[in-house]
């Protein structure tokens, strides 16, 4: 158990609390709600986003849209099952199951509360600020990775991974145009630095250079074709061509 699992624990503990104080009730509708509004949120969301942006807003952002349109649905059924829970709770209070009924609420609590743990982790680990440290997290937490897999299992619908992976593809395509400017400002320099070489020494720098690049492109490519593979992992076993010296036949 490491740092970020001792966090995640104390902050579903004191959440839970408030299960204690409601009752087992209220909690159970609470989980309800939350989860089905979870569901259904991910499931018609990306439509009554639609629909909204359609009579009120105008955004010409789809991730924009469908998120709108998650928090209304999921806001609506949250709400409507907690007043149900509310409602049914005034009529159960039954003073010798009182305390039974507050820590069977607690243990609730701890479900709910994990559960939106899961589902805004799940939701931020895809933000561009936040991605590499939800990749470090996963590998060092089994509360972190725990978390991730409940977030996904709700909210794993097809729009909503399709823009997930829109900011893969974003990320790597990023990248690709950093490596190719890169590789253009190398180029260049490099070939400043030959035009006042000739003939034997221009040619072997040129052969050496044009080999070690074209590695370094060929893994870039595999890295933005295929986003799960590790650059850093792919090494090669040849080594760079040194450049034959000039002989000073050649001067």
Not at 66 to 95: H, K, M, Y
Request: charged share 20%; aromatic share 10%.
């Amino acid at each position: 158990m490491n740092y970020i699992d001792i966090i995640v624990l104390i902050i579903v503990i004191l959440l839970s609390l408030r299960g204690f104080i409601n009752g087992l009730i209220y909690e159970i509708l609470s989980i309800i709600g939350l989860v089905l509004g979870a569901y259904l949120g991910a499931t018609y969301g990306r439509d009554v986003g639609i629909l909204f942006d359609k009579h009120a807003l105008h955004f010409t952002s789809t991730f924009v849209i469908n998120a709108i349109g998650f928090a209304i649905v999921f806001l609506v059924v949250w709400i409507v099952c907690l007043f149900i829970g509310i409602f049914i709770s005034r009529f159960t209070l039954v003073p010798s199951l009182s305390f039974l009924n507050k820590i069977l609420g607690f243990l609730f609590g701890l479900v709910k509360n994990f559960i939106i743990l899961s589902l805004i982790v799940f939701g931020i680990s895809y933000t561009p600020f936040f991605m590499n440290f939800a990749k470090k997290a996963q590998k060092e937490s089994t509360t972190f990775e725990l978390m991730i897999q409940t977030g996904g299992g709700i909210l794993r619908h097809a729009w909503l991974m399709d823009e997930m992976k829109k900011v893969d593809l974003k990320n790597a395509a990023n990248i690709k145009d950093s490596v190719n400017s890169a590789t253009k400002a190398i180029q260049n320099k490099l070939n400043k630095t030959v035009q006042d070489l000739g003939g034997q020494g221009k040619d072997a720098i040129n052969n050496a250079v044009n080999t070690n690049l074209d590695e370094v492109i060929d893994k870039v490519k595999d890295k933005v074709e295929n986003p799960n593979s590790n650059l850093m992992d792919t090494k090669t076993d040849s080594k760079p061509t040194s450049p034959k010296p000039i002989s000073e036949d050649n001067n």
